[in-house]
């Protein structure tokens, strides 16, 4: 694999670190000054390869020399900032540019039917600000620093589905809740942050897992932990702070949901492991019992209900928002195991559950594009007017079900092997009511696309109507990988198993 | 008890602070009363940062004598790009300082001395408030396209627009 | 004769001393209390300040709004410019980090960089925060008609 890390000049790779940061900041100054928005579409797909690629340089780098540590500015931490790249972090920087690239190509037919002409360079513009933010909770080794990126990530955020409300005016009060929630959330994490402070006198979290180590926890630092977990749970829609989820991904534009829904939720989710494990030690006392009653019953409950929820759902958008709260329940299931192989269950559903859902809502944009659709009475019949799109829909479908030959399976199968592992019998019937409940509604979209037939119009039935092409290619890809990935499931299972250990046997 | 109260009074302002804006937050229906009550949480969070910089005892922050050595000494350098930053949030304390600075030949060997409150939580907190005036600006913008689009700022008025218009589902 | 006459003239005699207070603020910003944030929410003031006098029109007419949008990506690129450009100065020859000022200047004894990175940063956060207020006044002040003459 040394391929991976030498395909860039030295130069370039060295800076790596930092220019995957700094590359999304300044383009989207550079696609704010576009003239309109095909140019600055242009300006984001370049940026979004471009990260791709220093994304892969840096797992051939890690991979090669291990843990990267580059010092901004040449301070040295723990007084500087330093941007602090292990196994973790590359799979999370790996996903977010790989489905970044494939969530821009897929944007420009998508944007230019839902955002007003004059408004799409600025699009871009909030887009990068949005994916740099994420980048950077991503590569960050400082606790303030993780704060500031996760702010400006969310902000933009709030500022691209506020965008929907050309289509719906809803978009704004689902915006605006998700503003509240989330600042409450920013503000308790911070107040943790401050805490954590407090206790160790350092922000570098490296630093901080050696003080705390040396010199035992205290009232302030669970405190911190009550202030980073809850914090952090909000942005990561764990389950009962979920509220804000299901509104902001049914009223976005359609491209922001995709690009949401398979990144945003899951670098909050990586933030909260990396608190959780290399700041706090999973070997502390209360860390361990947050584990056990915290994460593993509420993903479990929430394994059950949010499903549940979904089942109940008119739009097809929220319906699988919903979905999207019952697979973070997986997640914290998995983490809440404690174990390697529960983490690297979690995490490897978290890299699977991105292609889903990327594929997903890549899908109903679509439908959307093409036909304005959103309720799923309304997708009555997409099976014959839209095949292509169709496929791709079942084919994720059927992986978020969790049916053999698809990604879905293999990380439950690991989850259940993880679950048995510990002797979670429950956990393991919350598992399987759960993808039935998945099945419930995975079946009532697919039924509603394969089996009504088409609505007539003037007494013909609809006629067939292909997706662009810029739609179709980044739709299949995903769809496809659901598939490839179960076949050759070493790579990502590697991936999760070598970043769950980077977390668990270091610091 | 009250002795514990006494060692820790900068926190009870901030506790008090924090659930006055936890509280407009959640019970207010008003939009723009509810952005109100965020910015008073908000800020809370900033005085906990600042008063735990509170170092007894301790000057502000700043290198007095900047010009006695023209590359800022040596040893002191660090000091120096704090006191830099911390200058944001520390403008009124600094001209303070100034008046008092003392005639001393080598900067770098005073700043050992002097006792020095802590900078870095004003440079954070410098961040966090421009977040927070970032959150608040977007906040006021989307109440102002509520407002344009439905007509009313208030909840509840909000949720029977909604549910009017969704009346033909089943929802 | 237009009502606010008086407010006009001071506002006349205010604004250039405002603006002056800004850029004090701001290059005092490098070795001193100050810097890019006070010093470009007070030249945003100024125009504010005018805004309010003369009426939002006179206000576009004086600093357009595209302005306004480009100078506030223009700050931003100077900022992470400046951090590009020491990834290829290497200024003693060895590889230096992001946004490491001591490439920009040959003199480490005296940290010349370091005076010329927080200078040229400061100057991008000047741009950026000034336009971006701005940026906010206009968005919010747009919105609603200008009170007219006969209710003053």
Known sequence: ?507 | MLEILAERFNYIPIIILMMIGLYVVIATGNLVKRLVGLSIFQTSVFLLYITIGKVFGGAPPILEDYKADDGYGHGGEGEAYGAAEAGHAAETAAGHGADQAAPAADAAHQAAEVLYSNPLPHVLILTAIVVGVATLAVGLALVVRIREAYGTIEDDALNTADYSLESGSAE | MSPHLILQVVAKLLIPLIVIFGFYVQFHGEYGPGGGFQAGVIIAVAVILYALIFGIEAARRTVPPVVVRFGAALGVLIFAGVGVATLFMNGAGEPLNYLDYDALHPDQGHHTGQHYGIILIEIGVLTTVSSVMLAIFYAFAGRVPDIPDEEW
């Open chain 1, 1 to 507: 694999m040394q391929f991976l890390a030498d395909f860039l000049p030295a130069g370039i790779a060295m800076h790596a670190p930092a220019l995957i940061v700094v590359i999304p900041l300044i383009t989207a100054a550079l696609a704010a000054l576009m003239p309109n928005g095909r140019v600055a579409w242009i300006v984001a797909l370049i940026t979004a390869a471009a990260v791709a690629l220093l994304s892969l340089n840096l797992l051939g780098q890690v991979m090669n020399e291990g843990v990267i540590s580059y010092h901004m500015g040449g301070w040295a931490p723990p007084l500087g900032i330093e941007y602090r790249v292990d196994m973790l972090n590359v799979a999370l920087l790996l996903l977010v540019g790989f489905v970044g690239l494939l969530c821009v190509f897929y944007a420009l037919p998508s944007v230019a039917d839902e955002i007003a002409e004059n408004k799409q360079a600025l699009f871009y513009s909030a887009f990068l600000v949005c994916f740099a933010g994420l980048l950077g909770v991503t590569i960050t080794g400082d606790a303030f620093n993780v704060f500031v990126f996760l702010e400006i990530s969310s902000i933009s955020t709030y500022v691209l589905i506020a965008m929907g409300a050309g289509k719906d005016r809803r978009a704004l009060t689902a915006s605006y809740n998700y503003l509240i929630l989330g600042t409450i959330g920013a503000t308790f994490f911070v107040i943790g942050v401050g805490f954590l402070y407090m206790a160790t006198g350092t922000l570098n979290m490296a630093d901080m897992a050696a003080i705390l180590e040396a010199n035992g926890h205290n009232r302030v630092s669970q405190a911190a932990f009550a202030f980073i977990v809850v914090g952090l749970g909000l942005k990561a829609a764990m389950f009962p702070l979920h509220v804000w989820l299901p509104n902001a991904y049914a009223f976005a534009p359609n491209f922001v949901t995709a690009f949401l829904a398979s990144t945003a939720t899951k670098v909050a989710f990586y933030a909260l492991i990396r608190f959780l494990f290399s700041v706090f030690h999973p070997d502390v006392s209360f860390v361990e019992m947050s584990f056990v009653w915290l994460f593993a019953v509420v993903g479990t409950i929430a394994m059950v209900v949010a499903s549940l929820q979904a089942v109940f759902q008119t739009d097809a958008r929220r319906l699988l928002a919903y979905s999207s709260v019952a697979q973070v329940g997986y997640m914290m299931l998995g983490l809440g195991m404690g174990t390697a192989s529960g983490l690297s269950a979690g995490l490897l559903h978290l890299m699977n559950h991105a292609l889903m859902k990327g594929a997903l809502f890549m899908a109903l944009g679509a439908f959307a594009l093409n036909f304005g659709v959103r309720r799923i009475k309304d997708l009555a019949g997409m099976g014959k007017t839209m095949p292509a799109s169709a496929m791709a829909f079942t084919i994720a479908g059927l992986s978020l079900v969790g049916v053999p030959l698809t990604v879905g399976f293999t990380s439950k199968w690991y989850l259940v092997t993880a679950a048995l592992e510990r002797g979670w019998w429950w956990a393991v019937a919350a598992l399987m009511l759960s993808s039935l409940l998945a099945l419930a509604y995975v079946a009532r979209l697919l039924s509603a696309i394969w089996m009504d037939s088409p609505p007539t119009h003037h007494g013909e039935l609809t006629q067939r109507r292909l997706a662009p092409w810029m739609v179709l290619v980044p739709m299949s890809i995903l769809a496809l990988a659901n598939i490839y990935f179960f076949f050759h499931a070493d790579p990502l299972v590697w991936l999760a198993r070598s970043a769950a250990e980077a977390v668990m046997g270091g610091s």
